[in-house]
C-alpha cells in the first residue's frame, strides 16, 4: 500500500485556469505539507497544517489554497495558474510529535503553458 | 533569517571512497536534524535522524554527525557505490509553533565506478 499518494503524477494546463492536486495519505498521520520543488531542486515549504492550525509560507500567493476534508486528505488547489508556477510539488506527512520523520508522495510535475 | 546551507551542489567521487556531504545551519537551535535521499522523479526518503545529544549516529554504511556548536551536520557514505547516486537533503524544523520542516538546497552526490 501507498503510503503518500498524490494525483495527478503529471498536470499540463494553459495560464489563467483552476487546478487541483489530490494527496492521501493512510497512515494515521496527523499533520501534512505541501511543498514546492523548483527547476534548481530546491525543495521549499508552502503549507503546513494538521487538525489544529494551518501555517502558511508567507512567500506563496493567496492563489494557492490547501484543503483539508478529512485527517487523511490535503489538496492543492491553484486559481489563475501562471508560468511561473510550473514546478514539481510533493505532499508529505508526519506525526506531530517531535524526532518524526516526514513521508513523501511521489510529486506532481506541473507545467504550465 | 533562518538558512540551511548544503557546501556544494554536486560531489563526485570514486567507487569504493567515502562521501562526505556538509549542512551547515544558522538561526536554528534544533533538537534534531533529518538527512533524506532523493532520486530522480521521486519523493525525498528518510535515511537518518540524529539529537542534539548524539554526537554521531551510524546505519550500515551511513553516518552522520551533529555539532550544536559549529551549527554543522555532516553525512558520510563508506564504501560508495554507483547506487548511492542520488540527491542528500537535510531538513530541520522551524522554532515556534509552526515548526515546518525546512531542507537544505540538497548535494547531488555521483558515484563512479
Known amino acids: 500500500d501507498t503510503a503518500v499518494s498524490q494525483t495527478p503524477k503529471y498536470l499540463v494546463t494553459q495560464m489563467g485556469n483552476d487546478k487541483s492536486i489530490k494527496c492521501e495519505q493512510n497512515l494515521g498521520h496527523d499533520t501534512m505539507y505541501w511543498y514546492k520543488q523548483d527547476s534548481k531542486k530546491f525543495l521549499k515549504i508552502m503549507f503546513s497544517?494538521?487538525?489544529?492550525?494551518?501555517?502558511i509560507n508567507e512567500t506563496v500567493p493567496n492563489r494557492f489554497s490547501p484543503k483539508s476534508p478529512d485527517k487523511a486528505h490535503l489538496n492543492l488547489h491553484i486559481n489563475s495558474l501562471e508560468l511561473g508556477d510550473s514546478a514539481v510539488y510533493f505532499c508529505?506527512?508526519?506525526?506531530?510529535?517531535?524526532?518524526?520523520?516526514?513521508?513523501f508522495g511521489q510529486g506532481t510535475r506541473l507545467t504550465v503553458v | 533569517s533562518q538558512k540551511i546551507e548544503q557546501n556544494s551542489e554536486a560531489l563526485n567521487i570514486q567507487e569504493g571512497k567515502t562521501a562526505t556531504l556538509t549542512c551547515n545551519y544558522t538561526n536554528y537551535s534544533p533538537a534534531y536534524l533529518q538527512w533524506y535521499r532523493q532520486d530522480p522523479g521521486r519523493g525525498p526518503v528518510f535515511l537518518l535522524l540524529?539529537?542534539?545529544?548524539?554526537k554521531e549516529k551510524r546505519k550500515e554504511r551511513l553516518k552522520v554527525t551533529f555539532d550544536t556548536t559549529l551549527k554543522q551536520s555532516l553525512f558520510h557514505i563508506t564504501a560508495s557505490q554507483p547506487a548511492d547516486s542520488a540527491t542528500y537533503l537535510c531538513?530541520?524544523?522551524?522554532?515556534?509553533?509552526?515548526?515546518?520542516?525546512?531542507f537544505g538546497s540538497g548535494t547531488q552526490l555521483t558515484v563512479l565506478p
Open positions: 531538513a530541520l524544523r522551524s522554532s515556534g509553533s509552526a515548526r515546518q520542516l525546512t
Open positions: 497544517y494538521n487538525n489544529k492550525e494551518l501555517i
Open positions: 508529505a506527512s508526519s506525526r506531530r510529535a517531535e524526532g518524526t520523520e516526514a513521508f
Open positions: 540524529i539529537r542534539e545529544n548524539e
